[in-house]
């Protein structure tokens, strides 16, 4: 089985690569390389030892989608393409809107074109906003509070919408909590442009000293500690998420959507603390105001991936916090 992973040389799509490859199927990557390194594609082929199929595409041309859909023969695609910074997304939106939103089209205008039935899409926690009430479930209100999560949102009723339209397709969509840590090599992980925006890569740069010290966006929310609490889940565990998403997309037809998180809430106190505790290193951080557009508290209640995927997270935050370190170690060492 031939599964095409757009965005597949990113931190998210990279991890997933490999345990594809480690389940047995054939893997083609797709990107345009905009938010990942060319030279992870070696480091995965170093880690599977064996080489990997890349296609250099912009998901947002049809005739590069076109091409790369006459070229191979293609079983399944895990749609990870995409914009994802919610700070971003803001003073860009009409890019964000473009550049989301008609790069799934195009992927599914092609996959109708090539009878390719079988969709995993990337979806995100985001699409909850503002919690009414947590554990979240899948079944919930959805509502978003920046452009990046309307998009997903969008691509979500796109994905429901084509559903209904074709009933031989089988659509699963996954909604991420927050992904950390690396694979276990140091070899691939988090590696944002310029300053981090997300939480961990930020607290691994403080602790190398590449950044000064952790701002603390805001210590004043209803929470244990008065700071944001997420929803943190290795990104190995994530990677094995879409593995079962996929073995249940060929199982079965219709649209289907699931919570990829641990179900556990950690404080921003908490992943500082952790993260000092497993790997024996100082993170200084100061308490800053609150981040526009942050919410208080977001964890998952991901039962539903459980009984119906087969799938929980593993991994636990010292082996987050560890393996996120041991990249960045790495890291340093690769650029
Ligand atoms: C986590 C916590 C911050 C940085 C975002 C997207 C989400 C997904 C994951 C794509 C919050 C605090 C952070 C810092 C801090 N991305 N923080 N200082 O905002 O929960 O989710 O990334 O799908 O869609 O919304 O993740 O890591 O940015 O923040 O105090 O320098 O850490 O306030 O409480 P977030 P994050």
Redesign the pocket.
Known sequence: MKILLTGGAGYIGSHTAIELINAGYDVIIGDNFSNSKRDVIGRLEEIIKKEIQVYEIDFTNYEEVDKLFSKEEIDAVIHLAGL?A?GESCSIPLEYYRNNIESTINVLNAMKKYKVNNFVFSS???VYGVPKAVPLKEDMPTSCTNP??WT?YMNEQILMDVSNANPNLSIVILR?F??IGAHESGLIGEDPNGI?????P?ITQVATGKLPV?????NDYPTKDG????DYIHVVDLAKGHVRAIEYSFKNRGIDIFNLGTGKGYS?LD?VNAFEEANNVKVPYVIAD??AG?IAE?YADSSKAEKVLGWHAENDLRKMCKDAWNWQQHCIKLN
């Open positions: 994802k919610v995100s926690a985001t990046y999560g997903k991420y927050n992904p981090p925006n997300n939480l961990m930020y952790l701002s603390i966006f805001g700071t944001g609490v997420r921003v992943i609150r981040r942050d977001c």
